[in-house]
């Protein structure tokens, strides 16, 4: 179905913030969800339509679909470090109301969700991630479980490590399901484009993948990258 408004979860911070950023450029409608509606104008503009709601309480979520043909979830628990109770109120109890009120709704787009490389493979990185974000990332694996269970046509991109870098390189977009780890790194800017390109392209849904940047790789168009992707052979994921 064509693109016509995207709803934004994860808005005001980080890579949602980019993400608007680069939908507003590509001329969609941007929708985006909010616990402190005036807090998200101030930061966001006026341009983007805001949405009253809070991912931890369901109730407060149906009425931001209406009109919705994507959305984007990057919503995540920021404080470090953070307890056990605070990630699965949010990253994981946020995205099954997030689901429940999209199918509330009666939503027929696309659901694109970030999480973290590495969610389902030990590592380093990610066992002290675990320990700093209780358990971050054996909560999003059982999110993206719930996200492929629920019916909605669905994108789900696990990010590198994430930072803040103003400049662009070339990516690569891989379902080898690789570990975390530091030398895994892509920009907030990177990643938000990933998101807003994957929108054009239908073999991305009911897919998972890795995005980090490439070490040596020159650049390759959307197009190209994308077409390498397989549909997630089941439920148990990529």
């Known amino acids: ?97 997030t689901l429940w009120a999209a199918s509330a709704a009666g939503f027929r787009g696309r659901f694109l969700y970030m999480t973290a490389i590495g969610v389902t493979r030990v590592s380093v990185a990610s066992i002290a991630l675990n320990l700093i974000k209780g358990n971050t990332l054996r909560w999003r694996a059982r999110a993206e479980t719930e996200i492929r269970r629920s019916g909605i046509d669905y994108t789900i991109v696990r990010c590198g490590v994430l930072t803040s870098a103003n400049s662009s390189r070339a990516v690569e977009l891989s379902q080898r399901n690789e570990r975390m780890s530091l030398s895994r790194r892509i920009s907030r800017r990177d990643a938000a484009e990933i998101f807003v ?23 390759e168009p959307w197009d190209l990258l994308f077409a390498r992707l397989r549909p997630d052979a089941s439920e148990s994921g990529a």
């Open 1 to 97: 179905m064509p693109i016509h408004r995207v709803l934004v979860i994860g808005a005001t911070r980080g890579t949602g913030k980019e993400i608007v950023s680069c939908l507003q450029r590509d001329q969609y409608a941007v929708r985006a969800l909010a616990r402190d509606a005036d807090r998200a104008r101030a930061v966001l503009g006026p341009d983007v339509e805001i949405s009253a709601g809070d991912v931890t309480r369901r109730e407060t979520l149906p009425a931001a679909f209406s009109n919705v043909s994507a959305v984007i979830f990057t919503a995540g628990v920021t404080k470090r470090p953070a307890s056990e109770r605070s990630i699965i109120a949010v990253e994981y109890e946020g995205v099954r109301n």
């Open 197 to 219: 390109q994957a929108l054009r392209y239908p073999n991305t849904a009911r897919a998972t993948f890795d995005a980090y940047w490439s070490r040596g790789r020159a650049a």
